[in-house]
């Protein structure tokens, strides 16, 4: 999973500050590590991995004057389009470059389960776990002026995130977002099929249609959001129910009756008109990135016993991967294409979820990713399936698992 975002003013940010590379590991990680067949050497690499930063398309011409603000050199990824390594020490947050929506930060493994993916104009992406939402970027640079995006989360305050990002970056055109359990969701991409009702963009009186977006709430919803913030934070959770918080001008919604769009799929209608890419960069432990096992240092040890080495959560995370996993491929059309992805090392969370998976989806076809050949990468423990290891690649810890979906 994309690495959550790390809030503003936190320790790692704090003029410039730099995290030890050695870390005091605790008996009870090191014992997770033993467990699951890892070398806790890796976590003494994190002043030598580089940062990674993606350059916004049209943005090239200004590389030197970036060069300059940030005070180092943007070295090119030469196997990843428009990314660039910089030294991990060096803060992006405070910078120009970054508040004006020139760059954003994405590790180079992370974008490369983007690329994976193949996306092509035209058309409809998944995004099934979009926070923190620099992959949500990725994909809607990719796609560019045809086709939609649908990006889900089931924290709201995280999704609303990815929103500020989009608008920042100018890249939610086509975009709509849900607040929703992604093990649950099924709304389908809007089609030539639904059928859009007479008349001007806007609201009817009875509501039924939606308007062009705006940032501004209605009484109503503002006294809603009222109500729920005083029932206390299980507001920032999805309920059943899918709460759509934003849509773009030609995301395909304006003056669409609100029953089509929130309609659920039925039996097999995704295979025909489901989502052309979907990916699912599951929940996981994070333990494949190193600066994130770094901040626990500052955090305390003890989040990461709750986190990571609970065994009951993890547990529950693993079947947690399997179902947004299933759910993903259920939402794909035939011929479609999912990624499948975390930044965990662990084979539990990876080769077991993806075997677990085929033993019961005879439609699901393991995909070997061409583009790979010229990555920093190795193979998984499944022939097809890839692993990014830091030690190796310099890059966080991923693994990457692609499918298609053969007729039935």
Sequence with gaps: MEEPD??????????????????PLPDAFLEFLSENGLDPAVYSMAATIPRYIRLKPGMESQITEIESELKCVL????????????????????SKAYQQ???????AASGAAILALDVR??????????????KLCMLADTLGTT???????????????????????????????FVADGTLFSILPVNSRMQRMEGSIGVEENGSTFPEWTSRRSWKDRQKTKKANANGPQHLLAT?????????????????????????????????????????????????????????????????????????????LLQLQLHLLTNGFKLLKTGGSLVY????????????????????????????????DNWPCRSGGIPKTLRFDPAVSQTSGLFVAKFSKLPT
């Excluded at 995006?149 to 709509?176: E, N, P």
């Excluded at 001008?249 to 609100?258: A, E, I, Q, R, T």
């Design 75 to 94: 070295e090119k990824v030469s196997w990843l389009p428009g990314f660039y390594a910089i030294p991990p020490e060096i803060q992006i947050a405070g």
């Design 121 to 134: 104009p035209g058309d409809h992406v998944l995004d099934l776990c979009a926070a923190p939402g620099a």
């Design 6 to 23: 790390c809030p503003e003013g936190s320790v790692s940010d704090r003029g410039g500050e730099r995290q030890t590379a050695s870390l």
């Design 341 to 372: 992805s975390t930044c965990s090392l662990t084979v539990s969370q990876n080769e077991s979820v993806v075997q677990q998976f085929l033993s019961t989806h005879p439609s699901a076809d393991l995909q070997k990713i061409d583009l790979a």
């Design 147 to 177: 086709g939609s995006l649908t990006g889900v989360d089931v924290a709201k305050h995280r999704l609303a995130a990815c929103r500020t990002m989009l608008q920042k970056y100018c890249l939610g055109d086509r975009t709509r977002l």
């Design 240 to 316: 059943l129910e899918p709460e759509l918080i934003y849509y773009g001008k030609h995301s395909g919604l304006v003056g669409l009756c609100k029953s089509d769009v929130f309609c659920p799929s039925v039996d097999n209608e995704a295979c025909t008109s489901g989502y052309d890419k979907v990916l699912v960069d599951a929940e996981c432990t994070h333990d494949g990135s190193i600066k994130h096992i770094q901040k626990f240092e500052f955090w305390g040890w003890k989040t990461l016993d709750r986190r990571i080495l609970d065994a009951g959560r993890t547990e529950n």
């Design 101 to 107: 929506g020139k760059i954003y930060g994405i590790d």
